[in-house]
């Protein structure tokens, strides 16, 4: 073999060579760019799910608040909010509002369990009402330290008389 013969075949063998490579190249950019636009409809689909999850959250939350206590009305508004920001639909706005509206239903229920226990000469339960009514109180912004005495002195009359019912009886 002579060494134009050399230099010919080497040169035929880096372009076969070059040539398989943009063969073996093409298809893998090519797939790529499939792959961007594949993935933009699983993005829409993930996002949709995103809010249909909001939206039964929403439901459920307010479903919460119509029937349940604060409790689970408070993980209700937690999901919620955790399902709204995922979904990008989150409005702060109605979140403070829902967050008002279950500690003002709490506020008013702890006061009616407060008085009920009174009748039912159940202090240690009557005592724990009044401290969710002053914690929400507190954390809504409407605790008031006078009526607090106030019910502090309805629960030590309710006390007192219970004791001397107690000591009648014997």
């Not at 372009?15 to 093409?26: F, K, N």
């Not at 949709?48 to 608040?65: H, W």
């Not at 039912?120 to 605790?143: P, V």
Request: glycine share 2%; with cysteine.
């Amino acid at each position: 073999m002579s060494c134009s013969q050399l230099a010919k075949s080497c040169k035929y063998l880096n372009l076969t060579a070059s040539l398989l490579l943009v063969l073996l190249i093409a298809p893998l950019a090519i797939s790529k760019d499939k792959t961007k636009t594949d993935q933009n409809p699983s993005v829409n689909v993930r996002q949709e799910m995103l809010k249909r999850e909001a939206a039964n959250a929403l439901r459920r939350l307010k479903r919460a608040m119509e029937k349940d206590a604060f409790y689970s009305g408070h993980v209700a508004l937690n999901i919620w909010r955790s399902t709204a920001l995922d979904a990008g639909t989150f409005d702060q706005s109605q979140y403070d509002e829902f967050k008002t509206r279950l500690y003002e239903k709490s506020i008013n229920d702890s006061l009616r369990c407060f008085e009920e226990f009174l009748l039912e000469e159940d202090i240690h339960n009557a005592n724990f009402c009044l401290q969710t009514w002053r914690m929400h109180s507190k954390e809504l912004g409407t605790y008031d330290q006078a009526e607090y005495e106030v019910f502090k002195e309805k629960l030590a009359d309710a006390k007192a008389a219970k004791a001397a019912r107690r000591a009648k009886e014997k």
